[in-house]
């Protein structure tokens, strides 16, 4: 991987970086785009395990911070179609990529900076409607390459786990008190960074296929198999909230140490790069479906655990499963939007199906909080697997009806 990027030079109105090549190759734009998947998760894997405590260093207590956290999944659910409508009309999503990972720094400085409760508000609408379509955006500009250059798509995306890994740990084994000024200043450092690689990316674009028309999003809204995949992705998002909402308070609220956090999620995303290396030949044989469906029940299992088995050495046998899970679920359910989607809708596809992740995740947070609150973590993470266990229903259902399908293909 290239990380050139320090030899930027700016002027008012553009990024100059003269030590890219000027004639791009497909093996160059794969480690671009690789490189993009590891700045970005590397700022994620500081958001995601340590912004509610973060939020906590801030006076919130649980119910406030769900809530807050809410407005997340409640932008993914309103705007990554409205993006990926955008890109699929105007000017591509490399170009609204890079519009939004601006707004994203913008909306989080306006987070750390203000001195009150309704500045915190308002950076949290601006940083999380501009956040919701980093990932449909870069997930297009990667599917875009694979279509001029076909390859397995996880080898590209496992960059961005060894990202989330490293900056993940790094925090909770540096600062296991996670005191909420360095989880404040370390985000805006890598947000920061993400946007200017971003910036100067620059990537071949496949052949145009046409831009999208609204006959295209009317046939692919009344298409079965995709609506049937937008339900089992809002159940699998339902399930996972308590984790990415609630799981550095449940570890503390316990008295154990927050370095528990780190190695939780460190364990995890480190077996997520090694399943990401095999996933595409686990789809071409089974189908994207079967694989979505494996990966929600692997999700449950982990919440049925945390609900039962809460202590150190519990957390730390069965983090394994969260890298399990989560690359089943998320790769298949990429691969299965691109197919069903085609060329021409391919970001407008990944935003709705982000979408659906976040009116999932939003009900999820919004439910987890009053369970945290009332019937104890413990109940929550009860719920979390039922809610898994019906995604995967919902999977193996759309895997009988599509047959094979959805099996091969990018």
């Given amino acids: ?44 894997g500081l958001y995601l395990p340590y912004f509610p405590a973060y939020l906590r260093g801030r006076g919130l207590d649980s119910v406030g ?22 890109a699929d009309r105007f000017r591509g999503p490399r170009f609204w990529g890079t519009v939004a990972a601006w707004g994203t720094v913008g909306g989080l400085a306006l987070i750390v900076l203000g001195d009150n409760y309704a500045l915190l508000l308002a950076g949290g609408f601006i940083f999380f409607a501009f956040q919701s379509p980093l990932i449909p955006l870069l997930d297009s500009v990667a599917l875009n390459h694979l279509a001029r250059t076909p390859g397995p798509y996880g080898r590209i ?17 540096s600062f296991p008190e996670l005191p909420a000024p360095v989880i404040g200043v370390a985000l805006i450092g890598a947000y920061a960074l993400f946007a200017l690689w ?56 316990r008295d154990l140490p927050g370095s528990i956090v780190a190695w939780t999620w460190g364990i995890g995303v480190t077996t997520e790069v090694f399943v990401m290396l095999r996933i595409d030949r686990l789809i071409d044989r089974l189908g994207a479906a079967r694989v979505f469906a494996l990966g929600a029940l692997v999700d449950g299992l982990r919440w049925l655990f945390y609900a039962t088995v809460p202590s150190t050495w519990g ?31 391919r970001a407008s596809g990944q935003g709705l199906a982000s979408a659906s992740a976040g009116g999932g995740e939003m009900l999820g947070l919004v439910l987890a909080g009053w369970f945290f609150d009332t019937l104890g973590d413990q109940f929550m993470f009860a719920a979390a697997a039922a809610f898994a266990g019906l995604s995967a229903t919902v999977g193996l259902l759309l895997s009988r009806r599509t047959g094979e399908h959805l099996s091969g293909g990018r």
């Fill in 1 to 44: 991987m290239d990380f050139r990027l320090l030899h930027c030079t700016f002027s008012p109105f553009s990024i100059d970086v003269p030590s890219l090549p000027r004639h791009r190759t497909p093996a160059g734009d794969h480690r671009r785009i690789a490189a993009a998947y590891f700045l970005f998760f590397a700022a994620f």
């Fill in 65 to 86: 911070i769900g809530m807050l956290l809410a407005v997340g999944p409640l932008m993914r659910w309103v705007l990554p179609p409205v993006w990926g409508m955008l």
């Fill in 157 to 173: 995306r496992l960059w961005g786990s060894i990202g989330f890994i490293i900056t993940s740990l790094a925090l909770g084994l």
């Fill in 198 to 253: 971003y910036t100067q990316m620059r990537v071949a674009e496949p052949a145009k296929v046409g831009r999208a028309e609204k006959r295209d999003y009317g046939a692919l809204l009344g298409t079965p198999a995709f609506i049937a995949l937008l339900a089992a992705v809002f159940l699998h998002r339902m399930s996972m909230a308590s984790y990415g909402g609630f799981y550095t308070l449940f570890v503390t609220g």
């Fill in 315 to 345: 957390l730390l046998a069965v983090a394994p499963l969260h890298g399990i899970g989560f690359t089943l679920s998320y790769v298949s359910m990429v691969r299965m939007v691109g197919r069903l989607a085609g060329e021409r809708m």
